[in-house]
C-alpha cells in the first residue's frame, strides 16, 4: 500500500470531496449549464474551446463548480522534457503551466487542470515529469491531469503509476486511454478498485459508472462523459471512442442494470414485454424504449442519464463508507440478476460487462 504525502492542498481537495462533475463538449455545457451543472456535482467543459465556454457559463453562474478541461490529450503526446500544452507565447510572457492555469482562473475555472498531453504506455519519465513540474507550484487549486494509456492500470504498469501517483502534492485525475471501452481490458477495474482505496486524493477522469464505484471505495471525486466519446479516454493516434459507428441512437443509463444501453437494442430486449419506466426528473415516469437518433432524442436521452445519475450519487452520498459498500454490492447484484433474467425472458442474449463481473466479485471491503 503507498501513502500518500501528507502535506497535500487542502482546498480542491475539499472542494471535490464526493463529487461527481459531468463532463461535457462545450457545446453540449453551453446547452445544459442553466439546469444539469447546479444539479450534479458541477461540470468539466472539454474541448479546445473549453475556456470561452467556462467564461460564458460563470458570467451567468457564479457558484457553480467549474473545470476547463481543454483536452490537450487529444492533439499531444507528454513527454519527460514537455508533458504539458502549453500554447504560443505572446507579446508579455512566455508559454509556461503558470500561465495555462491562470488562464483557466481568469475565466472563473474553480480549479485549474495541468494541461497534459497524453502519457503513452510504460512512459515514466513523461508520468513523473508532469507530476514533477507541477509540485513545483504552490497554488492551492490545481489538479494533475494523467491521461494514460490503459496499460498503465493494468498489472504490467499499475504498481508504477500508483507509487508516481502518492508522491503528488495536487490531486490527480487519471483517463484512461483504450481503442474501446478501458474496462474490458483484463485486470483494469480490479486495479482502479485497488487505487481508489490508496489514493484518497485520486479523481477518475473520463468515466462512466466506474466512477461510482470509484466513490464507493474511497476515491477523491469523478468525472463522468455526459456523451460517450467523454466516457473513455482517448489519444492523438486514436479518433473519439463510439461504441457503434452505425447506430446512431444514444446510449441510455439503466440504473437497475448498472449500465448504459443503446437505444435501438432497448426496443430489442423489450420488444415482447414492457420497457422499464423511469422517474427520473427528466422521464417522470416515461418508458425507456423511446429514444430514437435524433438530436432531440439523444439530449433528452443524456438529460435522462445525468438525472438518473445524480439519483445514484445521491444515495452513495447518504451512506458511510461501509454502508457504501453494502449498497454497491447489491447493486452490481441485481445487475446481473437483471442480465440473466431478462436473458431468459427474452431470447437476446444479454452479457454483464467484464466491469459487472469484476465488481460482483471484489473484495467486501478494500484498503
Ligand atoms: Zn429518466
Known sequence: MTNPKTSRSTSVV?????????????????????????????????GPEALQAV??????????????????????????????????????????LQRSLDAQRERGASVALTPTGHIAAGDSAALKAAIRQTDKLQDDDIVVRLPCDVAWATKTYSK???????????????????DQDPLTRAGVA??????????????????DLAGLAHLVNGGLAAAIGFSSTLRHGTSPDR????????????????????????GSKIETVFAATSAPRCHCRTC???????????????????LHNAAVLQQLIGAIDRLDRSARHDWWRQSVALALTKHTEATAQTN???NASRALRTWSQLPAMAG
Not at 461527481?20 to 445544459?32: F, G, H, N
Open 14 to 46: 475539499s472542494q471535490l470531496a464526493d463529487r461527481v462533475l459531468i463532463q461535457a463538449s462545450c457545446p453540449d455545457a453551453l446547452k445544459i449549464a442553466g439546469t444539469v451543472a447546479p444539479m450534479a456535482g458541477g461540470m468539466v467543459v472539454t
Open 55 to 96: 467564461g460564458r457559463i460563470r458570467r451567468a453562474n457564479s457558484s457553480v463548480l467549474l473545470c476547463a478541461d481543454t483536452a490537450a490529450e487529444t492533439r499531444v503526446a507528454a513527454t519527460a522534457e514537455a508533458p504539458f500544452e502549453l500554447g504560443e507565447a505572446n507579446l508579455i510572457d512566455e508559454p509556461s
Open 160 to 178: 508504477q503509476l500508483a507509487a508516481v501517483i502518492a508522491t503528488s502534492n495536487h490531486p490527480v485525475a487519471l483517463s484512461l486511454a483504450a
Open 190 to 207: 480490479e486495479e482502479l478498485w485497488a487505487m481508489a482505496a490508496t489514493h484518497p486524493h485520486l479523481i477518475l477522469w473520463r468515466t
Open 239 to 262: 479518433p473519439g471512442f463510439v461504441n457503434n459507428r452505425q447506430d446512431r441512437t444514444p446510449d441510455v443509463l439503466l440504473p437497475d442494470w448498472m449500465r448504459y444501453m443503446k
Open 284 to 302: 417522470r415516469g416515461q418508458m425507456l424504449d423511446r429514444f430514437d437518433s435524433t438530436t432531440a432524442d439523444k439530449l433528452t436521452a443524456h
Open 348 to 350: 437476446v442474449q444479454l
